[in-house]
């Protein structure tokens, strides 16, 4: 069992913004710093999205970002795309890596 | 620009020892900041981080699998191995290798990321 939490499924249209969300071992910035996110389409090998919390790889579209609120980090894809349409993981680490369960997205 | 591959059977009996290897091509294993890990997916499950290792041979694993687990690294061939023994139909997953990034300040972690990820190789485990 996870101990970050994230939504099954979130969906938006195109050209909407969503939010997926990331709750569990985020009790401060030095945490927060310690958060990742994953893309993986269907068959594919999970992709960096945003490390050390809302730091953007080279080449990932600026559509993306992280944030944090309280306890709960957040990954927002603005502009949503059909390309979008995959799943989110985050992760985080307490002594150990963790992933959160992971959040559909579906793009309608 | 760096590459992962994942090596091994993909059919592996009950009770007998899952064995994959990690070739790093495009860059070297030796001498860097990185850990490189291994994480594995069920079919049509969520992430489970197995373990990583640093150049030094410098090791740490899940805690759910360290008693099942031993990755090692050979870095003059530029590789690094994953075995877990005594393994069950619960196994049976799809089995990732990753740069794995962890940046310390003192003793503290200040952050972990993998990246880049190979393509990963399934392992089933059945008779």
């Known amino acids: 069992q996870s101990a970050l939490t994230q939504p099954a499924s979130v969906s938006g249209s195109p050209g909407q913004s969503i939010t997926i969300s990331c709750t569990g071992t985020i009790s401060d910035v030095e945490s927060y710093n310690l958060i990742s996110w994953y893309q993986q389409h269907p068959g594919k090998a999970p992709k960096l999205m945003i490390y050390?919390?809302?730091k953007r790889p080279s080449g990932v579209s600026n559509r993306f970002s992280g944030s944090k609120s309280g306890n709960t980090a957040s990954l927002t894809i603005s502009g949503l795309q059909a390309e979008d349409e995959a799943d989110y993981y985050c992760s985080s680490y307490a002594g150990i890596v963790l992933f959160g369960g992971g959040t559909k997205v579906t793009v309608l | 620009q760096l590459q992962l591959q994942e090596s091994g059977p993909g059919l592996v009996n009950p009770s007998e020892t899952l064995s994959l290897t990690c070739i790093v091509s495009?860059?070297?294993?030796?001498?860097?900041?990185?850990?490189w890990g291994w994480i594995r997916q069920p079919p049509g499950k969520g992430l489970e981080w197995i373990g990583s290792?640093?150049?030094?041979?410098?090791?740490y694993y899940n805690p759910s699998l360290k008693s099942r687990v031993t990755i090692s690294v050979d870095t003059s061939k530029n590789q690094f191995s994953l075995k877990l023994n005594s393994v069950t139909a619960a196994d049976t997953a799809m089995y990732y290798c990753?740069?794995?990034?962890?940046?310390?300040?003192?003793?503290?972690?200040?952050?972990?990321?993998?990246?880049?990820w190979g393509q990963g190789t399934l392992v089933t485990v059945s008779s």
């Open positions: 290792i640093y150049d030094s041979g410098s090791t």
């Open positions: 495009g860059g070297s294993i030796r001498n860097t900041r990185y850990y």
């Open positions: 050390e919390g809302s």
């Open positions: 990753a740069r794995h990034a962890v940046w310390v300040r003192g003793v503290t972690i200040t952050g972990t990321w993998f990246d880049p």
